[in-house]
């Protein structure tokens, strides 16, 4: 389910899965639709083969320009995410770098163990943006 935020839209993407877009954020619509799905595909929410909504419907669902979508899926084809054809529409790859397999079971060992120290999940995003934001200023 959707958690609505001022100037927020959001739309079910395949099964029952959600997007979420912050028109009041200072990050471009099509980058939050980038990253949600690259999220959404990340915990295996979205696996191999599973189908995307089309540009038009996507777009026509959360308010947005079929452009800002169409731009959201060609990066997302791009780096191996998802291929595109007539048939089949936009599907999720199964050309995952192996270096985003040991991303992803890192970041899982990780939250596991924060989420056994009693954080929860706002507390561990502050936690790793904080993390982040300290590493661009080194």
């Keep these: 389910m959707v958690t609505q935020t001022p100037g927020a839209v959001g739309e079910p993407l395949g099964g029952g899965l959600h997007l979420e877009i912050d028109l009041a954020s ?34 026509a669902d959360l308010g947005l320009a079929a452009g800002t979508v169409a731009r959201a899926y060609r990066e997302l084809e791009a780096a191996g995410v998802t291929t595109t054809n007539r048939r089949a529409g936009t599907v999720v790859s199964d050309g995952v770098a192996p270096t985003d397999v040991v991303a992803r079971q ?5 939250v596991a163990s924060v989420r056994e120290a009693g954080l929860d999940d706002d507390a561990i995003l502050v936690l790793v943006r904080g993390e982040l934001l300290r590493r661009h200023g080194d």
């Design 26 to 59: 200072g990050v471009p619509p099509y980058e939050q639709i980038r990253s949600q799905i690259v999220a959404h595909v990340a915990s295996e929410r979205l696996l191999v083969g599973d189908r995307l909504p089309t540009i038009r419907a996507l777009a």
């Design 106 to 110: 890192a970041a899982r060992a990780f």
